[in-house]
T-cell receptor, first 115, second 113 residues
Framework: AQTVTQSQPEMSVQEAETVTLSCTYD???????LFWYKQPPSRQMILVIR??????QNATENRFSVNFQKAAKSFSLKISDSQLGDTAMYFC????????????FGGGTRLMVKP | ETGVTQSPTHLIKTRGQQVTLRCSSQ?????VSWYQQALGQGPQFIFQ???????GRGNFPPRFSGLQFPNYSSELNVNALELDDSALYLC????????????FGPGTRLTVL
């Protein structure tokens, strides 16, 4: 079975500072994607960033970047210049292309950005 | 905004009743996946439909069933509701059996009393 683990239930950061959220996963598959989704209080699950496992280069989207360590099965999210609007639940998720194409989510990290 | 809509936004049912939840499809997204998110947890995969046929199922009992229509919109039906069915139900659209990014709707909050 595929598993995704987020070891930080809650984190806080001051506005304009940088924060890193951790995620580890377990799989024997070689063909997969990894995602970070953001879920604000409005409940909508919003895609933050995506990484294809075959790509060595870490994905970047504006203030959001990942540190993908394939051998260690680690996929952390770095948020730079944190903004109040970044306050939300963040979920790490995996999609294994030979295992039904379902997303497997971690338990989430609640991030609070403080002014 | 992902362009995916769900209805209703929230509803309240009692144990033993049946419920139908609906999900629209963005143009061209031929795959829909449904997830259940209990309070304080990550979403759990229920099932996926591709071109009107079930394409995978998670660890949910048969009283959870679904449909996908020719326009790729979808329904989730739950029979014989139990208290533990209280959750946020999310649908996600994607291409090609979900083997790519999945875009979520805003969810339906179901409360079972």
């Amino acid at each position: 079975a595929q598993t995704v683990t987020q070891s930080q239930p809650e984190m806080s950061v001051q506005e304009a500072e940088t924060v890193t959220l951790s995620c580890t996963y377990d799989t024997s598959e070689s063909n997969y994607y990894l995602f970070w989704y953001k879920q604000p209080p409005s409940r909508q699950m919003i895609l933050v960033i995506r990484q294809e496992a075959y790509k060595q280069q870490n994905a970047t989207e504006n203030r959001f970047s990942v540190n993908f360590q394939k051998a260690a099965k680690s996929f952390s999210l770095k948020i730079s210049d944190s903004q109040l609007g970044d306050t939300a639940m963040y979920f790490c998720a995996s999609l294994f292309k030979n295992a039904g194409n379902m997303l497997t989510f971690g338990g989430g990290t609640r991030l609070m950005v403080k002014p | 905004e992902t362009g995916v809509t769900q209805s209703p936004t929230h509803l309240i049912k009692t144990r033993g009743q049946q419920v139908t939840l609906r999900c629209s499809s963005q143009s061209g997204h031929n795959t829909v996946s449904w997830y259940q998110q209990a309070l304080g947890q990550g979403p759990q995969f229920i099932f996926q439909y591709y071109r009107e046929e079930e394409n995978g199922r998670g660890n949910f009992p048969p009283r959870f069933s679904g449909l996908q229509f020719p326009n790729y919109s979808s329904e989730l039906n739950v029979n014989a509701l139990e208290l533990d069915d209280s959750a946020l139900y999310l649908c996600a659209n994607s291409f090609n059996r979900g083997a790519d990014t999945q875009y979520f709707g805003p969810g339906t909050r179901l409360t079972v009393l």
